[in-house]
């Protein structure tokens, strides 16, 4: 008795590659996401039913999310599970400004022990995502269902089910608007697909 479990990136918005978004307001998808969603979601609909659709908070996600909705006639569930992670006081600093910052470099090279100042924790951030995977999955056998989150979130995620430690994170890639799906069952999981994604 296994789910499908999609977990979808959502599509690129202004900042993305430029700024650490993490949970501040804003994030409206820029017309290549647009064109991203919009390819998402024939995908989707091509493939096999989905039995619910369930979307991280932020408004980059939640768009990505209502764009595979409305294709498919289904509504978003908004999961505080799938929040990105909570970033602190890096929140919305440039990536290029966060270089110069030690304590960024630590987080990159530790993320089983580095915590953003005033954030979460990965392995935080990874548990809660991975609880509603498995709860998904256990609610969901034999189905199929869409959570839309972010790429560290999925990236923790993954790396959960291939018994990979949090400082290896970096080492594959989650880019916007891609899927990877994961098989989930009462016995474990296994990764199907990995960042499946708009050519």
Not at 52 to 63: D, L, V
Not at 64 to 75: I, N, P, S, Y
Not at 79 to 102: C, K, M, N, P, Y
Not at 121 to 147: F, I, Q, Y
Request: proline fraction near 4%; hydrophobic fraction near 40%; include cysteine.
């Amino acid at each position: 008795m296994s789910a499908r479990i999609h977990l979808v990136r959502h599509c690129a918005h202004a900042d993305v590659g430029r700024v650490l978004s993490g949970r501040q307001a804003g994030g409206a998808l820029t017309a290549e996401g647009r064109a991203q969603a919009h390819w998402l979601a024939g995908e989707i609909a091509r493939g096999e039913p989905i039995a619910a659709i369930h979307s991280s908070p932020q408004q980059r996600a939640r768009e990505t999310a209502k764009e595979v909705a409305d294709r498919l006639g289904l509504t978003v569930r908004v999961v505080a599970a799938l929040d990105e992670i909570d970033f602190g006081t890096w929140t919305g600093r440039s990536f290029a400004e966060l270089e110069a910052d030690q304590a960024w470099q630590s987080w990159n090279a530790t993320r089983s022990t580095a915590c953003p100042p005033g954030g979460e924790t990965m392995a935080t951030a990874v548990g809660r995502a991975v609880k509603h995977v498995e709860a998904v999955a256990s609610g969901n056998p034999k189905a199929a269902v869409l959570c839309v989150s972010h790429c560290d979130i999925i990236r923790g995620v993954v790396a959960h089910y291939l018994g990979l430690g949090l400082d290896n994170l970096l080492r594959f890639d989650v880019d916007p608007g891609s899927v990877s799906t994961l098989i989930v069952g009462p016995w474990g999981g296994r990764l199907h697909t990995l960042n499946r994604g708009h050519a």
